[in-house]
């Protein structure tokens, strides 16, 4: 049992064992109550600042919208998973009422593991893909279409009520076909974007993800740290980023042009601090390039230049920056000149 004062009285919503998804899994009961309170989600915002507990509830989320999808197109296990999200009505409940939702609960899963299994998967399957140094462009079943940069990896499911896909790390540009009736929903961490028809990118490095958008329109949502669900709605040229150890994110206008570049195998700067230029670099190149003067880190980088193309790129930045460049095997160290 949680020590927090503020769950004390709450033994039918949190499970006695100390397990982060079992929590988590209680917490997505509550949260998605039209009953639950505020005290609630104050509580749900301190469990979920703990370690570990944001993976397990971002693990939850996606672990129930893949049940959702199995789901899709028998009406018996749509009513079983229906009373699985019925939740018991008031703050305190009794251990027997926590225990009779996680009977009906344990019904729906066994059925959906046993019933109409063979046609289930016929209709819902997952496929992965990954890109090496090269990127990868892959074309969806859809008429939809991923591209993915060296080093990301993407996972595909597709329903007949929804596609779901999930960027699990890297950089990828999602071309959607449009068919109003299955949202196309991106997954990044604890964020989601879901599209109909558009041309949009989505970048996941570590705890950092930014959203930017080219054409049409999507919506993002994202479970915040503090608790809160998070919602904006892009236009074209707007680019979105947070982190996902912070509770604010922050909206603003993109050169999508220049942020796009890679996809066309070209790495374009416009005032780009020095630092992230030969970040962006060495996603594609053999031999690194490195900084062997941190001062040199906020010179601003104008130019147009091939992607994997480092030695061309070095020569041309110094020509037209402070900088001595020093070539070796392994890596081409910069100092200023």
């Known amino acids: 049992m949680s020590s927090d004062p503020a769950l004390a009285g709450i033994r039918g919503v949190v499970p006695s064992p100390a397990d ?17 309170l505020d005290l609630e989600r104050q509580a749900f915002a301190r469990w979920h600042a703990r370690p570990g507990n944001a993976e397990a509830y971002a693990a ?13 197109g028998d009406a018996r296990l749509q009513a079983l998973m229906q009373q699985v999200r019925r939740r018991p009505a008031g703050l305190v409940q009794p251990r027997r009422r926590w225990s009779r939702w996680a009977a009906v609960a344990s019904v729906a899963l066994l059925a959906l593991l046993g019933m109409q299994m063979a046609s289930i ?3 819902v399957h997952e496929l992965n893909y990954a890109a090496s140094e090269q990127g990868r462009r892959v074309a969806l079943e859809d008429g939809s279409a991923l591209q993915l940069d060296t080093g990301s990896r993407v996972a595909v499911r597709f329903g007949r009520r929804q596609r779901s896909l999930e960027l699990s790390e890297g950089r990828a540009l999602f071309e959607v076909a449009h068919d109003a009736s299955r949202p196309f929903v991106v997954h990044a ?6 599209a109909l028809g558009t041309r949009f990118q989505v970048q996941h490095e570590g705890r950092q993800i ?5 054409e049409g329109a999507v919506t993002v949502t994202r479970e915040a740290p503090d608790g809160r669900r998070q919602q904006a709605r892009l236009q074209p040229g707007q680019e979105l980023r947070w982190s996902e150890t912070e509770a604010n994110w922050m909206l603003r206008e993109a050169d999508t042009d220049a942020v796009l570049g890679w996809s066309r195998g070209r790495l374009i700067f416009r005032g780009t601090p020095l630092a992230e230029v030969v970040a962006e670099a060495n996603r594609y190149a053999t031999r690194k390039v490195v900084l062997g003067d941190p001062a040199l880190a906020d010179l601003p980088v104008h130019g147009n230049f091939i992607a994997g193309d480092a030695d061309a790129m070095v020569a041309a930045l110094g020509a037209v920056l402070p ?6 095997r392994q890596e081409i160290r910069l100092h200023r000149r």
């Not at 961490?189 to 879901?194: A, F, L, P, R």
């Not at 930014?210 to 080219?214: C, F, K, R, S, W």
């Not at 900088?323 to 070796?328: A, D, F, K, Y």
Request: charged share 20%.
């Open 210 to 214: 930014i959203v930017t958008l080219a």
């Open 323 to 328: 900088l001595r460049v020093e070539e070796g």
């Open 20 to 36: 982060a998804r079992a929590q988590a899994e209680a917490w997505y009961a509550r949260l998605n109550a039209a009953d639950c």
């Open 189 to 194: 961490g604890t964020g989601s974007i879901t």
């Open 60 to 72: 939850t989320e996606r672990l129930l919208s893949s049940v959702d999808a199995l789901a899709e």
């Open 121 to 123: 998967l016929s209709s």
